[in-house]
């Protein structure tokens, strides 16, 4: 029995120190029920749930705390062992991870077979050629709803300069909507054709009211990670009293503008630096949601070292419904031209305006009805998994499981209709991807295996004419971007990357409900330097069941 939970801050500043001993670390990730925790090879770690009072104040659910820091430097080997103490299958996926040639460690289920009850699996990843600030987080069903995230900093090479001063500390700040309801009957409320409900509160690192603590020496300065780790709320992050500047978009660093609050959708990680240099008290750190018809508000706690005062007066109001004023503030964040990024050449030495593009593929999301359920689209198609991941059934060269070219690259104007969706994209293509959005709510879209340039936005619909609006020289390079109601977002990315990567709604519900498929990256070349083999240890499951992955 342990007294707390294993990734308590003990477990974690072990886990979680950055030197050169990083080069090779070994993570050992179990999951408990509706808990998680890190626990070191070797460890104990029975009884990872433990029975705690809820954030929002109950007893009907287990704590909510993020898993363990995960600290690495760029190109560094990871070994994590996860271990599955659930009742049911399991996955972990690294959001933002790129997996360079290797979609066989990307932790979704159409990559990988899902670990079982009382069965571990070993990944083994590299952090190569990135930087920045990420999150992991349980990808099967709606475990995502029961916690289990948790951060993830890569770090820059030692001689590889950053564009500001070392901050004198560095906080990760994990946040994001939460439901009282079991994960489970969640999934049951969308398996019987029904939406969410609108979520029961806010977290930060998994804590409700001034749950969670930052301590800053007066006139130093830190750096905040930020990522909103929800199922299907926009928030609105910012300090009282303070002013936050910009550093690094999800692995990108930006221009450093300031901002007094940051809007942050599903998927998206930002990093800023805060200067303690108000007067020495406690203030707000204040998360709210946008968009949503009843904001709900949480708040943690920004205390000063010689603070004697708490926190008080009226938590900082932030923008609720306005569109625009999101809008402005995405358009305003830019790469830094002359900062380095993983290597030491400038960011900017990469003209991706310059280079044309071989095609555009539209994807409009959609909510259609289909069998009398509701579900959710890309291009009329709405997604289901199929009984073999498809990564391993490519690969195995297994018929019957998915049809390469299912997933059309335009919009479908008729009813949607249910498909396991691959879309059949070739290696080095450098392509153009227009989001369009005819809904009346906020879409959040991630690639798995790539960071893309988001090029513009705007209302309406996008037409040729749109490109007139692109950023052709400092878009900023991400992993999840934003589309407004009504509106569209289009992105440049080069496929440099082979393998079968997850193109997905970050709403979880919308995600389940079909708004994702796979995009095949595909090469003739067999040459490892394109794409490694198939780990020895891959879990083999459906029709692939028996078959050998490889000898060594």
């Known amino acids: 029995m342990v007294a707390r939970p294993a990734w308590a801050s003990p477990l974690r500043w072990r886990l979680g120190q950055v030197g050169q001993q990083l080069a090779q670390r070994g993570f050992g990730l179990a999951w408990g029920f509706r ?7 070797g460890e104990d770690s029975e009884q990872n749930g433990h029975a705690a009072r809820s954030p929002t104040g109950d007893f009907d659910q287990w704590a909510v705390s993020p898993g363990p ?26 959001n933002g991870i790129q997996q360079r040639r290797n979609s066989w460690q990307d932790g979704v289920y159409g990559t990988n077979c899902p670990i079982l009850p009382r069965r571990n699996f070993t990944y083994v990843l590299q952090v190569k ?23 993830i900093r890569i770090w820059s090479r030692p001689l590889i300069p950053i564009p500001f001063p070392s901050p004198a500390g560095d906080f990760t700040v994990l946040a994001g909507d939460w439901f009282k309801t079991d994960h489970n009957r969640l999934r049951l409320v969308l398996d019987v054709g029904h939406n969410l409900p609108f979520p029961d509160g806010l977290l930060i690192n998994g804590r409700g009211w001034n749950g969670y603590t930052f301590t800053v020496d007066p006139g130093k300065t830190y750096r905040f990670r930020i990522s909103n780790v929800g199922l299907t709320t926009s928030i609105n992050f910012r300090i009282q009293g303070h002013k936050m500047k910009l550093v690094e978009v999800e692995g990108s ?12 959708h599903l998927g998206q990680s930002y990093s800023v630096l805060v200067m303690a240099d108000q007067q020495p008290q406690d203030y707000y750190v204040v998360v709210s949601s946008r968009f949503t018809t009843r904001v709900l508000t949480t708040t943690a706690v920004l205390h000063y070292s010689n603070s004697r005062t708490g926190v008080s007066g009226p938590v900082p109001g932030g923008p609720t419904t306005e569109v625009a004023w999101s809008l402005n503030q995405a358009r305003s964040i830019r790469w830094n031209l002359t900062a380095s990024g993983p290597r030491p050449n400038p960011q900017g030495s990469y003209h991706y305006g310059m280079i044309k593009t071989s095609r555009t593929i539209m994807l ?12 959710y689209a890309v291009n009329g198609a709405s997604f289901v998994p199929a009984d073999t ?26 009813s949607g209709y249910l498909q396991t969706s691959v879309m059949s ?29 988001v090029m513009g936005m705007d209302g309406g619909q996008w037409t040729p004419a749109s490109r007139s609006l692109y950023n052709l020289r400092d878009a900023v390079a991400r992993c999840t971007t934003q589309v ?38 595909y090469t003739s070349s067999n040459s490892y330097r394109d794409e490694l083999p198939i780990p020895k240890n891959a879990l083999l499951c459906g029709r692939v069941r028996g078959r050998r992955t490889r000898p060594l």
């Not at 660093?253 to 942050?264: G, K, N, P, R």
């Open 129 to 151: 050629d990135q930087i920045g600030s990420y999150f992991y987080f349980p990808s099967v069903g709606l475990q995502k709803a029961a916690g289990g995230f948790g951060g």
């Open 69 to 94: 820091q995960i600290d690495a430097v760029t190109n560094d080997n990871l070994i994590i062992n996860v271990y599955n103490y659930l009742k049911e299958p399991f996955l972990i996926s690294w």
């Open 484 to 521: 407004y109601p009504k509106s569209w977002t289009a992105i440049y990315m080069a496929l440099d990357n082979v393998g079968m990567w997850n193109v997905r709604s970050e709403d979880w519900a919308r995600q389940y409900l079909g708004q994702q498929f796979y995009m095949r990256v």
């Open 35 to 41: 808990v998680w925790g890190l626990v070191r090879q």
């Open 364 to 375: 409009a999301n959609s909510a259609p009805i289909i069998n009398g359920k509701q579900r």
């Open 425 to 453: 994209t070739n290696f080095r293509e450098y392509i153009e991807i227009v989001f369009q959005n005819w809904e009346n709510t906020v879409q959040s879209w991630h690639i798995d295996g790539y960071s893309f340039f």
């Open 389 to 414: 991941p498809i990564k391993l059934a490519d690969h195995f060269k297994i018929p019957g499981v998915f049809n390469l070219g299912s997933m059309p690259t335009s919009p479908n104007w008729g």
């Open 253 to 264: 660093h930006t221009l450093q503008t300031t901002y007094d609050s940051l809007d942050i």
